[in-house]
């Protein structure tokens, strides 16, 4: 590792990692090239936004936790501004929440939200999740060819959430479209489905708080602290935004990736169809193979510091790499970290984020991987790619890493 601060500025291009859209479609590649070089690079998000890209797996875990890291833009305001990245969340909610906040906020917004994720809740949603599982399956003809994301990795999701924010089924569709896009920044469509979504759900916050019931929403809506506090209506909406985005959108790739990696990994699929009690683990090295959330959302620097042997200047744009951190995680035992193996031990990642930020949802995320990707195993036990892998079309921009859809051949059981 480079000892020496670097001090190029992220907006000079020798070294600056453009990531766009051939940089998504070959991201391990690309990260483990940028690992080898150095653990942390000037990159460009998006065509006006530089900033700073963190690949290595003890960095990022350094920057997550960096106390002057922080996710209050104002540093970067006018930067954020001129590109417009600034104005496109005003009205919409996205602020609300507790992704974008810092302690205290994230504190506060953190507390109320946690007990609406106990272990409790998450242990009675798995038969009804078990039961939505079974549906797209039940759907499918007995044999042909299908798109695994449009028949299956993205309705299960979208029936989930829909549940558990007590969502009604006719809105679904939306709801889809509108998470879709809420990850590509730069598409013509990006804010009126953001402002859509959150519009929709200003007006579930109000239909729960008159007539509550037992789902997740109504449970936001009651919730409180030992010092009475109350999420806002602002903080309901964002919470619920981030919950419909973060919490769907996610879980869509998570499985999308997961087959895909069992897909063009044949010998590792007969292994988890021969012993499917190997699922929970397994579900831990496809995060750390090839997780759903490339990066990060962004922080800012509050202070000029150095991170990695770089001088990080006041108010740049940081970001870590998740996939690259996971896939570069240390592994127990050694091994070749770019190969998957379902029976290899543990290893370590970075795929729900760490410190304050850790996704909240995690268990719920497990817990949907393990049923679902259970019941495809079981269900439908033949099944190959109908496309060659390198021909698969990924998310072109933004935080998300998938494949925006999934050609298979398969025959029921």
Not at 109 to 136: D, K, N
Not at 188 to 211: C, G, I, N, W
């Amino acid at each position: 590792m480079d000892t020496h601060p670097r001090t190029r500025p992220a907006g000079e291009t020798d070294d600056l990692v453009v990531m766009d859209a051939a940089f998504k479609a070959d991201a391990p590649r690309r990260y483990a090239a940028l690992r080898a070089k150095d653990p942390v690079h000037p990159a460009q998000f998006f065509p006006s936004i530089t900033g700073w890209i963190v690949v290595d797996h003890d960095l990022a875990r350094e920057a997550l936790t960096h106390p002057a890291l922080l996710k209050d833009p104002e540093p970067a305001a006018a930067m954020l501004e001129a590109a417009g990245f600034l104005g496109h969340k005003r009205g919409t909610g996205l602020g609300g929440q507790m992704l974008e906040a810092d302690p205290p906020v994230h504190t506060r917004l953190r507390r109320l939200v946690s007990g609406a994720f106990s272990p409790r809740r998450s242990a009675e949603l798995e038969p009804r999740i078990t039961q939505l599982a079974h549906g797209p399956v039940d759907a499918l003809p007995p044999c042909g060819e299908t798109d695994l994301v449009e028949a299956f990795t993205a309705p299960l999701p979208v029936a989930v959430i829909a549940e558990l924010l007590g969502i009604p089924e006719e809105c679904r569709q939306d709801f889809r479209r509108w998470t879709t896009l809420a990850f590509q920044v730069n598409h013509p469509e990006y804010a009126a489905s953001v402002a859509a979504m959150h519009t929709f759900l200003r007006e579930l916050v109000k239909d729960k708080r008159r007539r509550p019931g037992d789902d997740l929403m109504s449970a936001l809506v009651a919730a409180r602290d030992e010092d009475d506090g109350r999420l806002s209506e602002e903080e309901l909406a964002g919470t619920a935004a981030l919950l419909v985005i973060a919490g769907h959108e996610t879980t869509v790739n998570l499985l999308g990736n997961a087959m895909l990696a069992l897909l063009t990994h044949p010998d590792q699929l007969r292994l988890l169809r021969e012993d499917p009690a190997l699922l929970p683990t397994a579900i831990e090295k496809f995060l750390r193979y090839d997780t759903s959330v490339e990066r990060t959302t962004n922080r800012y620097a509050a202070e000029d510091l150095e991170l990695g042997g770089a001088k990080i200047p006041r108010g740049s744009v940081v970001a870590v790499a998740l996939t690259s951190a996971s896939r570069g995680a240390p592994l127990a035992g050694g091994g070749d970290p770019e190969t998957l193996d379902v029976h290899r031990p543990v290893a370590r990642h970075l795929s729900f984020g760490h410190g304050i930020h850790h996704c909240l949802g995690a268990p719920l995320a497990h817990l949907e991987a393990r049923i679902a990707l259970h019941t495809l195993l079981t269900r439908v036990p033949h099944m190959e790619l109908a496309v060659p892998a390198e021909s698969l079309n990924w998310f072109p921009a933004g935080m998300v890493r998938g494949v925006l859809s999934l050609p298979v051949r398969y025959r029921l059981g």
